[in-house]
Each structure stands twice: as structure tokens, then as C-alpha cells.
């Protein structure tokens, strides 16, 4: 079984100001890891993942994150937030081996950028 | 658009009644996933499908929810004689190699 730690509920930032936010995970197997974005009232959308390869792993809406398996964890930073990217951010893990790949989410991030 | 949907997008409902939601996945997913999201928490897996197939189900779903997915295609998720518990947002994704989630049933219970 695998669990997702968000330490941060709240994550507030001034616009163009750059913003980390946290995540730990536990798991006993090898794991995949995800960034998701929700709007107010809106589903899911994925922000970047990491399966294997390079540890820093870009995505959309220039945010990127950093596996470090030493310290399972999956921060996700970007170095200039909008107004636009007040969300709430969920990381998600996924056992590799399963074959049913279902995501175990963290409680969620919720990300405040002001003026 | 050839994203996840689901319908209906709100539903609102007095203890007791049963209620069905339904998601229509992306066409070529073989795989399809229900999730459950309370105020303040992260999606919590329910169920999931492998084509028709209910593969895996959570020990959060009790005997109360019954999900299906006739031919592989679009899914249901029924609830019957619904709790005031029950009042979340229902999600749906399906997935290749990465889970694609649809905008939601937001259920309240009255």
C-alpha cells in the first residue's frame, strides 16, 4: 500500500513570487509519481509525472518537479505563479506493478497567488 | 471534444433515493476508474474496469453501490437508498498509460 503526505494545506503567494509545494510519499514498491491541478467545480487535470528517467521532470504551465528517492519525495516548484494558478494541487502515486494502476492521492495543496 | 464527461454535473437528492451517474470515457481507454471526493480531501479510488470487466473494487464501496460498464464503453455508478455520507464529488477517468479524469457529479444528499 502507498500514502501521499501534502504538509501544506495552504500555500499563499504573491504573484510572480516563486512557490514550493511539498510532497512525501510511502510505499513499499516502487511507485509513479503525478502533479494534478483542480479549479473550483472542475475535474482533474495532470500537470507532469514521473515514471523513470531524469528526476526533474517538466510540465505544463511551467511548473516542474524533483524526485528524490532518498527522501521520497516529489516537490513541485515554479519560479513565477499567476493569478492563474490559484488551484488546489494534488500528488498522486501509483504502484508500478499493479495492474490496475489506481492513484493514491495526498489531501491536496491549495495554492492562493494575490496581487 | 473527446475528453472524459459525465453527467450529470450536479445532483441533488433526498435520503433515501437511489441515483445513477454515468461516464463516458475517452474512446480508445480500456480502462476506467471511479473516484470519490469529499470537501477537503484528495479522490479516493472506488472501483475499476478493465474494458467490461470490474477488476478491483474498494472496500469503501459498500453494498449500497453497484458500478458497470456494459460493452467496454460508457460506465454507471448507482447508488441506492442514499445516506447524507453520500454527498461528494463522484469523479471518473479513464487511462492508457495515464488517467484522464472527467469534470465531476457533484451528489448532495438532503
Known sequence: AQSVTQLDSQVPVFEEAPVELRCNYSSSVSVYLF????????????????????????????????????????????????????AEYFCAVSDQGGTASKLTFGTGTRLQVTL | DTGVSQDPRHKITKRGQNVTFRCDPISEHNRLYWYRQTLGQGPEFLTYFQNEAQLEKSRLLSDRFSAERP???FSTLEIQRTEQGDSAMYLCASSGYEQYFGPGTRLTVT
Request: no cysteine; glycine share 10%.
Open chain 1, 35 to 86: 502533479w494534478y491541478v483542480q479549479y473550483p467545480n472542475q475535474g482533474l487535470q495532470l500537470l507532469l509525472k514521473y515514471l523513470s528517467g531524469s528526476t526533474l521532470v517538466k510540465g505544463i504551465n511551467g511548473f516542474e518537479a524533483e524526485f528524490n528517492k532518498s527522501q521520497t519525495s516529489f516537490h513541485l516548484r515554479k519560479p513565477s505563479v499567476h493569478i492563474s494558478d490559484t
Open chain 2, 71 to 73: 460493452k467496454g464503453s
